[in-house]
């Protein structure tokens, strides 16, 4: 059996989540003051998620790179196989916040797209 604590980033509190688990099944969790850290600890054992933020260039505008981001979480697995992608992807301006410049990033269904308009 593992155990970890984890610092919940559910809500502003940041509770120290202790949690035991075997493979991917939670066998006992404490130090939650809410449901939602509850589900955050389950989540992070069962199946990771991220966000992933990186920068693109940009050919034809001013600006030499554009933000971009996932529009949801990916598998935390995923995250190199996402960034491998993005160091061979060039946007062409103009850009607009929201314009999708890669879609379904390493497989994962999951667009990149702009967050500022350039």
Do not use: Q
């Not at 202790?18 to 939602?36: F, L, Q």
């Not at 990186?54 to 935390?76: A, H, L, N």
């Amino acid at each position: 059996m593992a155990e970890r604590t984890i610092v919940c980033i559910g809500c502003p509190k940041g509770c120290e989540i202790h949690v035991k688990y075997e493979g991917h099944e939670v066998i006992e969790m404490t130090g939650n003051t809410c449901k939602r850290g509850e589900d955050y600890v389950r989540n992070e054992i069962t199946h990771p998620l991220r966000m992933v933020t990186s920068i693109v260039p940009v050919e034809g505008s001013e600006f030499k790179t554009v933000p971009v981001k996932t529009r949801s979480d990916i598998p935390k697995e995923k995250i190199f196989d996402v960034m491998r992608e993005l160091t061979h992807v060039k946007a062409k301006a103009p850009v607009k916040m929201g314009d999708v410049i890669l879609e379904n990033v390493a497989g994962t269904g999951i667009d990149i797209v702009a967050t500022r308009s350039v």
